[in-house]
T-cell receptor
């Protein structure tokens, strides 16, 4: 079983839709949590950190549930430019453990 | 703006060649990492370094070595390239834990093809 699990998708949604991605992690000692975005044939880039209280950045909302070891990302009012792969990342000391990513395609 | 650069975007090498991949960061980060990314497997850590001349094995170090002679530079070496090392190689850096937000910044990647 992988330490960080994500549904690979793809999620195909129309423009303007709301879409949610989930991620589970197995190690309760995990300390920090992030969502990264990766465009095709490019490097991953930080989208947002995830805090226990939940946090929002424009159309993006991230939630963390430590008890259930579960992280989520909500994208509202999807844009064509949101099409990418979204990587869930868990940090423990020096180590960053990446999920294999969830692919999102926003359709016109 | 954080900048992590890698020496090559694309490389084609032959089996048995020695391959050097260079990574430079300009943010005075203590930690540097080398990953490879393959379809369906995600990013896998090869080696990381938390200080000059220090290195630690990651999850898949076999067939690789690293060098960190200066804080800003971290090199990945394939001693004798094999076809199963064809992959996308990503370098990343991050500040030491506790210094600031512990997140990683990635270079643009090197696509290596071993024939």
């Amino acid at each position: 079983r992988k330490e960080v699990e994500q549904d690979p998708g793809p999620f195909n949604v129309p423009e303007g839709a709301t879409v949610a991605f989930n991620c589970t992690y197995s190690n309760s000692a995990s300390q920090s949590f992030f969502w990264y975005r990766q465009d095709c044939r490019k490097e991953p880039k930080l989208l947002m950190s995830v805090y226990s209280s939940g946090n929002e950045d424009g159309r993006f909302t991230a939630q963390l549930n430590r008890a259930s070891q579960y992280i989520s990302l909500l994208i509202r009012d999807s844009k064509l430019s949101d099409s990418a792969t979204y990587l869930c990342v868990v940090n423990r000391g020096y180590k960053y453990i990446f999920g294999t990513g969830t692919r999102l395609k926003v359709l016109a | 703006d954080v900048k992590v650069t890698q020496s090559s975007r694309y490389l084609v090498k032959r089996t048995g060649e020695k391959v050097f991949l260079e990574c430079v960061q300009d943010m005075d980060h203590e930690n540097m990492f080398w990953y490879r990314q393959d379809p369906g497997l995600g990013l896998r850590l090869i080696y990381f370094s938390y200080d000059v001349k220090m290195k630690e094995k990651g999850d898949i170090p076999e067939g690789y070595s690293v060098s960190r002679e200066k804080k800003e530079r971290f090199s990945l070496i394939l001693e004798s390239a094999s076809t199963n090392q064809t992959s996308m190689y990503l370098c990343a850096s991050s500040p030491r834990q506790g210094r600031s937000k512990e997140t990683q910044y990635f270079g643009p990647g090197t696509r290596l093809l071993v024939l």
